[in-house]
């Protein structure tokens, strides 16, 4: 079993960072592709973004790209991410999570039923 926590949210003003960070106990997360998924109020939870094991392919869905980077330190079994240019429609419960396929397509880790470890998330608003 792999239990997540992630921490690092907040209140930030509209073209601000924050840096969400989402530790691993429990076993290592090293032969797992992990990914970041946000949930709104009102709104289905979604891809944010995604890392492969070796860390070597990253994907972001459109809303976030060029804006947010994901990253992973397997040495401490951690992955971050770093989000820039906040807007307001990024404000929701972001959650980390451990993917359980074997596979590391876009396909694949933009669903989130490929996900079989989530953290309890962590809320970040961006104020206008």
């Known amino acids: 079993q792999v239990q997540l926590v992630e921490s690092g ?3 930030v003003q509209a073209g ?3 840096r969400l960070s989402c530790a691993a106990s429990g076993r290592s997360v090293t032969s797992y ?6 949930q709104a109020p009102g709104k289905e939870r979604e ?3 995604a890392i492969i094991r070796s860390g070597g392919i990253t994907y972001y869905a459109d809303s976030v790209k060029g804006r947010f980077t994901i990253s992973r330190a397997d040495a401490r079994n951690t992955m971050f991410l770093q989000m820039r240019s906040l807007k307001p429609e990024d404000t929701a419960v972001y959650y980390c999570a451990a993917s359980i396929s074997p596979y590391s397509t876009y396909s694949v880790l933009e669903n989130r039923e490929n996900y079989g470890f989530w953290g309890q998330g962590t809320q970040v608003t961006v104020s206008s």
């Not at 592709?33 to 946000?38: D, E, I, K, S």
């Open 47 to 49: 891809f944010v973004a």
């Open 33 to 38: 592709a992990l990914g970041w998924f946000r």
């Open 16 to 18: 601000g960072s924050l």
């Open 9 to 11: 949210g907040g209140l």
